[in-house]
């Protein structure tokens, strides 16, 4: 099953992914590639595989990802042989993707695996408030950026399966815990 968790920038995407991982059996993350560089704390191969932009292009043209987008001047993607491996092994795959991803991915694969889509919902304010005391301080211009996107990934929610308002982080982790556990009885019917 692969779970797809989306919401704009500075939603808690990454940490409400970090807490399924810990406290869920046959969950796993599926890093995704960006040319982006590693922020503060990040380690290759964990949340994100770093690549090149040249490195990142080649990949493209040579088949090997699902889906990718230009997502805040960086490209991001999902790989096809990590995402094939995973879900041939029988795991619970968690992936935070932005909602293009997410809608590319229910296009391709909807037909072949189960997957299940989570839209994590910040109100703008609080979100203005996460982004600038971030731990890698976004400029202001990039936190703009960021906001701006807002009402665009608002607007895609109805293609979600499940819509979570992420103020509470440990009611979210709750709350998505309990919906993967449900989904995987339903898939088991």
């Given at each position: 099953?692969?779970?797809?968790?989306?919401?704009?920038?500075?939603?808690g995407k990454d940490?409400v992914?970090?807490?399924?991982?810990n406290?869920m059996d046959?969950?796993i993350?599926?890093?995704?590639y960006t040319d982006?560089?590693?922020?503060p704390?990040?380690?290759?191969?964990e949340i994100y595989n770093?690549?090149?932009?040249e490195e990142?292009?080649?990949k493209?043209?040579?088949?090997?990802?699902y889906e990718?987008s230009?997502?805040?001047?960086?490209?991001y993607?999902t790989s096809?042989?990590?995402l094939?491996?995973?879900?041939?092994?029988g795991?619970?795959?968690v992936?935070?993707?932005?909602v293009?991803?997410t809608?590319n991915?229910?296009k391709?694969l909807?037909?072949?695996?189960k997957?299940?889509?989570?839209f994590?919902?910040?109100?703008?304010?609080e979100?203005?408030?996460?982004l600038e005391h971030?731990?890698?301080k976004?400029?202001s211009?990039?936190?703009?950026?960021?906001?701006?996107?807002?009402?665009?990934e608002?607007s895609?929610?109805?293609m979600?399966?499940?819509v979570i308002?992420?103020d509470?982080?440990?009611k979210?982790?709750?709350i998505?815990?309990?919906?993967?556990?449900n989904e995987?009885k339903?898939e088991?019917?």
């Open positions: 099953m692969l779970v797809l968790l989306s919401g704009v920038s500075g939603a940490t992914k970090k807490e399924l991982l406290r046959n969950v993350t599926m890093p995704s982006r560089s590693p922020r704390g990040e380690v290759n191969g770093f690549i090149t932009t990142f292009k080649q493209i043209e040579e088949g090997e990802f990718y230009v997502h805040h001047e960086h490209y993607g096809r042989k990590i094939n491996e995973n879900i041939l092994k795991k619970i795959i992936k935070d993707i932005e293009n991803g809608e991915l229910l391709l909807k037909n072949d695996i997957i299940v889509t989570i994590l919902r910040v109100p703008k304010e979100l203005r408030n996460r971030r731990g890698e976004a400029s211009e990039e936190i703009e950026l960021r906001l701006n996107r807002f009402d665009y608002e895609k929610i109805g979600y399966d499940y308002k992420n509470d982080l440990e979210t982790v709750q998505i815990m309990s919906i993967i556990k995987c339903i088991q019917k």
